[in-house]
Antibody, heavy 124, light 107 residues
Framework: QVQLQESGPGLVKPSETLSLTCTVSGGSLSSYYWIWIRQPPGKGLEWIGHIYSSGGTNYNPSLKSRVTISLDMSKNQFSLELTSVTAADTAVYYC??????????????????WGKGTTVTVSS | DIQMTQSPSSLSASVGDRVTITCRASQSITTYLNWYQQKPGKAPKVLIYAASNLQSGVPSRFSGSGSGTDFTLTISSLQSEDFATYHCQQSYSTPWTFGQGTKVEIK
């Protein structure tokens, strides 16, 4: 059974770079999309972006200038970097697997496996 | 971006009640709509994908319907373990977006 685990600093200073890693166990990165989602305190979920196992990426335009998602196939990990953070980036960050499912001849995407989430606070 | 609006934002219900949550998209998303359940301090868990397909292992009391802009999640007989927040999400076009969530509380 595939499991995901986020890791990284829980506290980041304003204007610095937030860096998180998601380690995938029980399965391979190959042939899947891997995703980052965040949830500010008391608020809804926000899609940050995703990466395919071939390395292709897609980012939320609201964050695109600050976000990089990358893969390390040798370590079975994928990572998130968010630059120039502010208090508005304080959130629980989740990594996940984005499954591509064929339904009635069309492909649908949904997140079928999630990490437990890691809280990142931006504060001096 | 496609805006997703859920209603109600919260509701109170009793065990055994039939519960319906709606989600409206700001434009047609055909059936590219997923539903997730989230309990406090936990990651979301997918219940329904492609508007009406039950994820493996999810109890059959959960069902989804709709297409275009209007969608519904129904819990046919609410159980104690169903008290949680429910989120809809569109995967029709990026950026993928979520509704604001519906909190189901005990009456």
């Amino acid at each position: 059974q595939v499991q995901l685990q986020e890791s990284g600093p829980g506290l980041v200073k304003p204007s610095e770079t937030l860096s998180l890693t998601c380690t995938v166990s029980g399965g391979s990165l190959s042939s899947y999309y891997w995703i980052w989602i965040r949830q500010p305190p008391g608020k809804g979920l926000e899609w940050i972006g995703h990466i395919y196992s071939s390395g292709g990426t897609n980012y939320n335009p609201s964050l695109k200038s600050r976000v990089t998602i990358s893969l390390d196939m040798s370590k079975n990990q994928f990572s998130l970097e968010l630059t120039s953070v502010t208090a508005a980036d304080t959130a629980v960050y989740y990594c996940g697997r984005n499954l591509q499912q064929l339904v009635n001849s069309y492909y649908y995407f949904y997140m079928d496996v999630w990490g437990k989430g890691t809280t990142v606070t931006v504060s001096s | 971006d496609i805006q997703m609006t859920q209603s109600p934002s919260s509701l109170s219900a009793s065990v055994g009640d039939r519960v319906t949550i709606t989600c409206r998209a700001s434009q047609s998303i055909t059936t590219y709509l997923n539903w997730y359940q989230q309990k406090p301090g936990k990651a979301p868990k997918v219940l329904i994908y492609a508007a009406s397909n039950l994820q493996s292992g999810v109890p059959s009391r959960f069902s989804g319907s709709g297409s275009g802009t209007d969608f519904t999640l129904t819990i046919s007989s609410l159980q104690s373990e169903d008290f949680a927040t429910y989120h809809c999400q569109q995967s029709y076009s990026t950026p993928w977006t979520f509704g604001q969530g519906t909190k189901v509380e005990i009456k």
